[in-house]
């Protein structure tokens, strides 16, 4: 499996390499999961937040 | 005549015996490692020699006098049974030497494996990291000011009211918060002050966000009086208490004071009618 040794070879073999990509895909995935939280609330709650009705109430002068 | 005949047996019984500390009697004239006699094998079908079992002649115990013996005699024909039984339910012995062949059981894809390893443990990483910074982050946004604590802190302000070359005083976070208008001439003054020889140099653009609109908290770097507006030396601030005094941008000029007046946060806002401090 050409892929699979790629993969472990870049990322893998050193500890360091490792250590610091499941620092940095924490983040990344810290980021992504708030955002796709986020974007499920809303939708499911769509109409009843004061942002979707604000336009309702709040006229820009 | 009638033969007599005793009725009497006599019988010699064994003296007690004394109980070895093991528990077993003390018997020195029987030999307890020795085999039992062989029984006649007796199921009713009389006494036959067994093919199993060295005859009585060839081997095995006899009492003589009071004593056990067990001889054998070196020239007893073998009595072991030789036939091999075919039909049995017990594992074959294999030769111990011979591994079993596992290649069944061997991946076709190490590699693949390898890497689906560590990519588990590091996706569990990764989830675990995630996890503890969310919890820390969390935990220490709890010891944030609240909503409503962050909105009583923010004061508003309507600058329309205040004509120019005015003074204005408002309370904010307890403190005296001193807005002034300025004029265009008090803004060139400010601006024309060579501020690097100050005692803290700071330019006039960077104490305000608008040159017309000085926001400064009023409260004296000395030792915390208010000073009064339009007074001083220097057309701007004097605080009565020492004696410091504060030119048109709140600067430190004359007097004890180490620094200039502190500009608290603040921004404009709806079309610049309004200030918000804080």
Redesign the interface.
């Given at each position: 499996?050409a892929l699979?040794?790629t993969?472990?070879n870049a990322?893998?073999k050193r500890n360091s390499v490792?250590?610091s990509?499941?620092?940095i895909?924490?983040?990344a995935?810290?980021i992504g999961?708030d955002t796709g939280v986020q974007k499920f609330w809303d939708s499911y709650n769509k109409g009843k937040q004061w942002k979707d009705i604000r336009g309702k109430y709040v006229q820009e002068? | 005549m009638a033969s007599f005949k005793a009725l009497k047996t006599a019988v010699s019984l064994a003296p007690t015996v004394r109980a070895l500390p093991s528990g077993i009697p003390h018997a020195p004239l029987l030999n307890l490692a020795v085999r039992a006699p062989h029984d006649a094998h007796d199921h009713g079908h009389g006494v036959e020699a067994r093919s199993d079992v060295a005859p009585r002649w060839a081997s095995g115990p006899s009492k003589v006098g009071s004593q056990l013996y067990s001889k054998t005699f070196a020239s007893a024909s073998p009595t072991l049974n030789h036939q091999q039984r075919f039909m049995h339910t017990s594992v074959s012995v294999k030769n111990a030497n011979e591994v079993p062949d596992f290649s069944a059981y061997r991946t076709s894809n190490p590699d693949g494996n390898r890497a689906l390893s560590y990519f588990m443990v590091g996706s569990m990483g990764v989830i675990s990291a995630s996890a503890a910074k969310s919890s820390i982050s969390e935990f220490l946004q709890t010891m944030a000011a609240s909503a409503d604590v962050l909105a009583l802190a923010k004061v508003e302000v309507d600058l329309a009211s205040i004509p120019e070359g005015k003074n204005v005083i408002i309370k904010w976070r307890g403190k005296p918060v001193f807005i002034r208008h300025r004029t265009p001439g008090e803004i060139e003054e400010a601006r024309q002050t060579d501020w690097k020889t100050l005692r803290d140099p700071e330019s006039d653009d960077a104490r305000v966000k608008k040159p017309e609109w000085l926001v400064m908290l009023g409260v004296c770097t000395h030792l915390g009086c208010v000073p009064i507006g339009e007074a001083g030396d220097y057309g701007g601030w004097f605080c009565p208490c020492h004696g410091s005094h504060y030119d048109i941008s709140g600067r430190i000029r004359k007097g004890p004071a180490p620094l200039n007046l502190e500009v608290p946060a603040y921004e404009f806002s709806e079309a610049d009618e309004k200030l918000v401090i804080g």
């Open positions: 499996m699979s040794n993969i472990y990322v893998f490792f250590v990509t499941i620092f895909g924490a983040f995935f810290g999961f002068s | -």
